[in-house]
């Protein structure tokens, strides 16, 4: 009885395939019996090279490298490549990883502003044709006749409140605050009129200061800026915080 063994080889082998070009990874089946010119023109429509210019580096499953495949008339099957194995295709054109996905390296177009306005495919036509947005002037109008009223309510509020006063300040989704009415006005950080508050605890953000300019003094996290419809002045006595009482 014949003790040999027969070794059959898989027609087809599914390699991992890489390139200068390129910062993915894919994965291909090819049949052993193809020449290394016939695989490089399958190489081609995956990795985006030229086959005439491309060079192929064959490495194995751990990534280790074995060979270049540098014969043109040679079957892949001639060399050493297995499943998983990887095959690496150099660009000697040039072309870099990257290269095509990197968009910093697009020229930009940029359309000046009055020809951009005066075309009628564009996002910004289709808003003013269907009055969407800011190009919708009773809308606009509406929004900024409710924005005035609403600082009008607030510079009225602030006009009641004076430096030196007790306040309570209840802000929505808050806890009830204390604390004593430090400044009152306008500031650089927002628009509008503000009331800044010392609290009696420290509940607060700031020590009076908002972007490097100093609007009262306090110890940090005492110090808060709030609206003035969120502030209400009265006799709100400062509670006694002894640490030391049980």
Not at 122 to 134: D, L
Request: charged share 30%; proline share 4%; glycine share 8%.
């Amino acid at each position: 009885m014949d003790s040999g063994v027969a070794v059959i080889t898989d027609p087809i082998v599914n390699v991992r395939l890489t390139s200068t070009v390129s910062s993915f990874e894919s994965n291909g089946r090819f049949k052993r019996s193809l020449t290394i010119a016939e695989l490089k023109g399958k190489l081609e429509m995956i990795v985006g090279a030229s086959a005439s210019c491309m060079t192929l580096e064959l490495f194995s499953v751990g990534d280790e490298f074995l060979q270049k495949l540098d014969d043109n008339e040679a079957l892949l099957g001639s060399f050493p490549v297995d499943d998983d194995c990887r095959i690496h295709v150099i660009d000697k054109t040039g072309g870099l990883l990257g290269e095509f996905s990197d968009i910093s390296k697009v020229e930009k177009f940029e359309l000046p502003e009055e020809d951009y306005d005066k075309r009628t495919d564009t996002a910004r036509s289709f808003m003013k044709k269907q009055r969407f947005g800011r190009y919708n002037e009773e809308e606009m109008a509406l929004k900024k006749a409710e924005l005035a009223a609403l600082e009008e309510q607030q510079k009225a509020a602030a006009q009641a409140i004076s430096v030196g006063s007790r306040c309570e300040v209840r802000v929505p989704g808050q806890p009830t605050k204390v604390g004593s009415v430090m400044f009152v006005g306008m500031t650089d950080f927002k628009p509008g009129h503000w009331v800044g508050v010392k609290y009696d605890e420290p509940l607060g953000k700031n020590n009076g200061s908002v972007d490097g300019k100093q609007y009262f003094e306090c110890p940090n996290k005492y110090g808060a800026f709030v609206k003035p419809s969120n502030v209400t002045v009265g006799d709100f006595p400062e509670e006694d915080y002894d640490l030391d009482e049980m």
